[in-house]
């Protein structure tokens, strides 16, 4: 029997967590007027801030808490699925920076920063597979293949110092555009649901023209993220994450003279990992995520780190009653 919230699967609550990967079952159909509201703990070690990895800087070991507020409303358009999310995070760090990192003796300082994050905005659209469901269309709705259009923008809301050398905020705006695509590798009952997913996307990066009296100029960042998910259980699943980050290289412009002080290649980063999804209740849904760093094409600039995520996920329709009663009479 299908449940509302399998809707669990929908996690669309992670897009700035780890170079804006967005989490396995994220984008599977939903019906109308269903809304998602999450909570996010994550936890994680790298060479740059968790609410901005665009931004490496190989010198700095960052120890990060990051603290996420979702929510997700689904309301169609033009005869399509399509949702709209709002991403407030908050963060504290403790950056360990190596100040001579060429010199014989590495000589160190430490940093402590929290505060608010930057702020994200993302739409999310069905192109094909998905036309906006009602409940009961929902029920019946098995569509092999899944594919969206997406654009999320994020915004220098967060807390930023100019002479920090890492900081929890970008002070950039962001735009990513991403082409969101499900195929359903067997039938859609439940525990033997199995699906591949893969979300490509590129991110568009604004100048920083406030950085220890230079301004940084960052090249577009592409990110390749894919799962392979499968239930486990009636109310449980599993999912293997890969992807694939590249781009971002940097121009170090000094605002004084307007010459370039530095360049710094993009970078080149594999990262992989495991989601597992558990329903606990008809509304309440708990998600547990460990991805890391391998094989980086450039050790110099490139991500290296691990993350940890904890997620609680409440899900709510406006319609609930008349859906559990439309549920116990079928």
Known sequence: MKNILIAAGLLLVSIQAFAQLDGARTYWAVP???????????????????????????????????????????????????????????????????????????TSSTLFQHGLGDIIWSNTINLIGAEGLMIKDYLRHENPTLIYLQAAASFPTGQYDANNPVNIGSNQYKLKLGLPMVQRLSPMVDGKRMTLEVFPSYTFISKNDDFQGQEIQQEGLFIMESHLTRDITNKAFISLDYSYIRGGSTDYVSKETGSVVKQQAGQKANLLGATLGFNINDNLNLFLTHQQTFSSGNDAVSLEGTLSKITLSWSFHDFQQKFNNYMESN
């Open 32 to 106: 109308k007027n269903l809304n998602i509201l999450s909570a996010h703990y994550i936890n994680g070690r790298a060479n740059a801030t968790l609410n901005n990895l665009s931004f490496i800087n190989p010198n700095v070991t960052v120890s990060n808490n990051m603290y996420m507020l979702t929510y997700t409303r689904s309301q169609p358009v033009l005869g399509r699925t399509f949702y709209s999310t709002l991403v407030v995070p908050a963060s504290d760090i403790s950056a360990t920076i190596n100040l001579d990192p060429s010199g014989p003796a590495a």
